[in-house]
């Protein structure tokens, strides 16, 4: 159930139903001043579900052949947001038989019916921009077959709709629904004769926002590595759009471009997926690689953080820990507590893993997502590093914020004789039990062993009374904390030893085993796997090293390390390519 909107918010919804009834009393647009390449990818298997009729959408599945994809979960905000964008023609289009072209032609044209006179969900900025651009990329396959009716009516919707995201843009707030709406019109610009008059204003903005909201290491203000990923394709299509038209983009935006990629290669596991944290998920398959093909950027990143992210990389091993704050204030809507978790992937197979964003799957899996505990990291009492405050009285559908999050995260990375060390730390259980979080995690140069150390101790003499007043508080004779590994799912483990080890194989037929040094109580648990795109949260499992801190210092030491009789090199296909959209997906435990 989503949050009531604030008076803003209906204000602003208000203005946009108004401009939209006025914007489809307009001329339109009479035909393309070029022909458009498609530039989106899309998915085979999820455009043969959209055929078959199985709808699914943020979590939401809707079946038959006969519905229409604008009769699917009327009342769900995020359902609404996915389906007015459009984003599905993307996977009609990657079928491309006659089946699949029937389909996007009727709901296309069952849009513009339905919605076409500026009314109903569709019509903010963001959407209608997101819209143009599939509308515009698809149009020969939208338009094969159909008569001179049919087509006049299409570029009359496409002129109504870049009319009413030339007026409207403004409303927008800064980030990715921004770069959405000024993308969307200036392709219509660009594409639709009698509509290149509204672009001049768009560049200009494009180029502010490229300039103050990309920041110098190409970073964005909410650390979303997928969202930024958004923003970096968004500006790709326009740099080539513009090509095509014989214009020059605003230096801006190539010096973006040249900013954002060598940050995203720093946010890319071996495997070609992002890093899965604050909101965002491992993108769509392809999209990371073509981008950065796209952009003819070859920069690599230097040894720092990228977006606050440290990245090591060692054979067929990739390692990206969360080594910033997390964001504050209205763009910390989408953030999680996870300073200092890691996510480690090899060759093709991620194994340990970040439960992720359960924003599809409603607001208690949204918060859960979000929880400490819910990554590969160390946690205090069930205690969060940065608390979620409640409902912002401001801010658009209630968002909640982070509140009270580290204010000292530290990272350092050095050489060691056989291979790497990154030493972490952060003050986020301070306030509450008057501890620091320090890791320590070493990479073999080959990437076939990892060592790592957690510990939790105070530093001062306010540190030590405040946990003092933790372990009165407990009741019990040390403060209960936990080290959580989360496992992909297709992770299959075995607690081997009496306890004192795990085994880990992967469907590459690696074998990795995890040990500890004893100070901890190692048990297997159940956890999950959360990512846009499946009906239902993925079952799998977490290793968990849990025991009690009963003095000012406590100390966890673990490895993994691949199995002997492991080789460096396997040979590997990779994962079933039906990641999104795969119906036959398990049940939460």
């Not at 039990?433 to 995690?441: D, E, F, S």
């Amino acid at each position: 159930m989503s949050q009531p909107l604030t008076w803003r918010a209906r204000r602003t919804a208000f203005m946009h139903q108004m401009h939209a009834r006025r914007a489809a009393r307009g001329s339109g647009a009479r035909a393309f001043v070029s022909q458009p390449e498609p530039r989106t990818v899309g998915l085979f298997a999820r455009g043969r579900q959209l055929v078959a009729g199985n709808l699914l959408f943020s979590g939401t599945l809707t079946e038959g052949r006969d519905v229409s994809v604008w009769d699917v979960a009327t009342d769900r905000p995020d359902v609404i947001d996915e389906i007015q964008g459009c984003a599905w023609l993307d996977d009609l289009a990657a079928v491309g038989d006659a089946k699949a072209r029937a389909l996007a032609q009727r709901w296309v044209f069952e849009w513009i019916a339905r919605y076409g006179r500026g009314t109903g969900p569709g019509w903010t900025p963001d959407m209608t921009g997101r819209r143009l651009i599939r509308w515009i990329n698809h149009s020969i396959f939208l338009l094969r077959g159909q008569d001179s009716a049919k087509s006049q009516l299409f570029f009359k919707s496409l002129g109504q709709q870049t009319l009413f995201l030339a007026r409207r843009w403004r409303t927008t707030a800064p980030g990715l629904a921004l770069f959405e709406a000024l993308t969307g019109l200036i392709h219509a610009g660009l594409a639709l004769e009698g509509m290149e008059k509204h672009t001049a204003p768009a560049f200009d903005a494009l180029a502010r926002q490229c300039r103050d909201k990309i920041g110098p290491g190409g970073e964005i203000a909410t650390r979303n590595p997928e969202e930024l990923l958004e923003i970096f394709t968004l500006l790709n299509w326009t740099l080539i759009a513009l090509r095509e038209a014989g214009r020059d983009a605003p230096k801006e935006v190539h010096d973006a471009i040249a900013r954002i990629a060598p940050t995203l290669r720093g946010l890319r596991h071996a495997d070609g997926g992002l890093a899965r944290f604050h909101g965002g998920g491992r993108g769509v398959d392809g999209r990371l690689d073509q981008a950065l093909a796209q952009s003819q950027v070859r920069t690599r990143g230097g040894n720092g953080l990228y977006m606050g992210y440290q990245r090591e990389t060692a054979g067929r091993t990739s390692i990206v820990i969360d080594a910033a704050p997390p964001p504050t204030g209205d763009v910390s809507h989408n953030a999680h507590a996870s300073t200092l978790a890691f996510e480690l992937t090899s060759g093709r197979r991620p194994l340990l893993v970040n439960c992720g964003s359960g924003r599809s799957f409603g607001a208690e899996w949204r918060r859960a997502g979000r929880a400490t505990p819910s990554h590969t990291t160390l946690c205090i009492e069930g205690y969060s590093s940065s608390l979620l405050g409640a409902p912002a009285r401001l801010a658009p559908n209630r968002q909640e914020w982070l509140v009270s999050v580290p204010q000292d995260v530290r990272c350092e990375s050095s050489n060691l004789p056989d291979g790497r060390r990154i030493e972490l730390s952060h003050d986020g259980f301070r306030p509450s039990h008057g501890l620091t979080h320090a890791r320590i995690i070493d990479v073999s140069h080959e990437g076939r062993g990892i060592v790592g150390e957690d510990l939790i101790t105070t530093l001062t003499d306010k540190d030590k009374q405040g946990f003092d007043r933790a372990l009165k508080r407990s009741g019990l004779p040390g403060v209960p904390f936990a080290v959580r590994f989360h496992l992909h799912p297709d992770v299959e483990a075995t607690l081997d030893l009496g306890g004192a080890a795990v085994s880990l194989a992967l469907k590459s037929g690696e074998i990795w085993v995890f040990r500890h040094d004893g100070a901890g109580v190692l048990a297997l648990e159940p956890s999950v796997y959360l990512e846009n795109g499946r009906l239902k949260p993925r079952s799998t499992q977490q290793m968990v090293l849990s025991g009690l801190a009963m003095s000012y210092a406590t100390r966890v030491r673990w490895s993994l390390a691949k199995a002997q009789d492991t080789p460096d090199v396997v040979r590997d296909l990779g994962p079933k390519d039906a990641r999104d959209g795969d119906l036959d997906n398990g049940d939460a435990t």
